[in-house]
């Protein structure tokens, strides 16, 4: 009889989940192109909107087919606090940040949102907060207050720009620590959909503005809407969902990581787009900064108590 490595189903796990997590990377980039493109015609909270409705008829259908129906009461606090920071509250600031400056510069600072991760990350979850944690931390805001001086000189509108970008990493970071509990209470289709579901109600109070401006928008930008929708929001937040549940908030943030690199190739083949060379400088200090936040974990041998076995470390992506 043949036998099966145990290793096996635990090696397929790791490859599900790192294939998700990239799924997620390369959609996410061509999401800060769209944004930019539909942004011309769409206000930001109208644009919110229009993507929100579009991933929620996505996500439910998606959940009544797979019969998967409500999650648990203890799950949705997570789902509420993810709704309105990221589903809502990040989406209309991005789109607001993304009016102000580039493509490729907004998805730079608003990849500083994985120290934030970790940040809150050791405050609400017990995750450990080393050292070079707040030193990153400080060399990524100086990368991110680099790019805002390198834009400035067209006016105070991309100093807004970067500010509002920040604004979205922030509630990135938020939605994030707060989803990764209800991932261990709920599927990752639930708390996606119901995220959705949230921040489509509390972005509502653009519906006037989605229906006016849908009238005169051409059929390109409200395309762009529909594709936010469908796949940088209902299948890449699945798929990240579906990651962050098998690894940690921290370690998944790190894959956004190789989002800003595709999101300059893409607005450039795309858009035109190429951030000048300060602006690359100031995004080389926020990864610098992920670096150094990142490197004592690289670097140290795992403590092991004589006698016992070394803890294997949980992260799969």
């Known amino acids: ?18 294939g998700a997590a990239a799924v997620t990377v390369v959609l996410w980039a061509s999401a800060f192109v769209s944004i930019r493109s539909a942004g011309g015609a769409y206000s930001p909270g109208a644009l919110a909107l229009g993507r929100l409705l579009a991933g929620s008829l996505v996500l439910v259908a998606m959940l009544v087919v797979r019969r998967e129906g409500l999650p648990p009461r203890s799950a949705w606090r997570g789902i509420a606090i993810s709704g309105v920071l990221w589903f809502g509250f990040y989406s209309v600031a991005l789109n ?32 450990p907060m ?58 990752a289709l639930q708390v996606t959909t119901f995220g959705c579901l949230v921040g489509a109600v509390l972005c509502l109070p653009f519906a006037g ?43 998944m ?11 300059v190739l893409m607005s450039w083949l795309a858009l035109g787009e190429v951030p000048g060379l300060l602006t690359l400088a100031g995004g080389a200090l926020c990864l610098a900064g992920v670096a150094v936040s990142r490197s004592r974990a690289r670097a140290a041998a795992p ?15």
Not at 1 to 18: G, K, W
């Open 209 to 251: 503005q989605l229906v006016h401006e849908a009238a005169d928008a051409p059929v390109s930008a409200t395309l762009n809407m529909v594709y936010l929708g469908v796949f940088p929001l209902a299948l890449a937040f699945t798929t990240w969902a579906y990651a962050l549940a098998r690894t940690t908030a921290s370690r």
């Open 1 to 18: 009889m043949m036998n099966v490595s145990p290793a096996h189903p635990a090696r397929r796990a790791r490859l599900l989940a790192t």
């Open 96 to 127: 607001w940040g993304e009016q102000q400056v580039d493509a490729g510069t907004a998805a730079l600072v608003v990849n500083i949102g994985p120290i934030l991760i970790a940040l809150l990350g050791a405050r609400l979850l017990g995750d």
């Open 130 to 187: 080393p050292p070079r944690l707040l030193a990153g931390m400080a060399v990524s805001f100086a990368g991110a207050v680099t790019v805002g001086l390198s834009m400035s000189s067209g006016g105070g509108s991309s100093v807004l720009g970067v500010v509002l970008c920040l604004l979205a990493a922030v509630g990135y970071a938020g939605g994030v620590v707060a989803q990764k509990p209800a991932l261990g209470r709920a599927s």
């Open 303 to 317: 403590e092991t108590i004589p006698g016992s076995q070394p803890e294997r470390a949980p992260d799969s992506v």
């Open 253 to 263: 943030g790190a894959t956004t990581y190789a989002v800003p690199a595709l999101v």
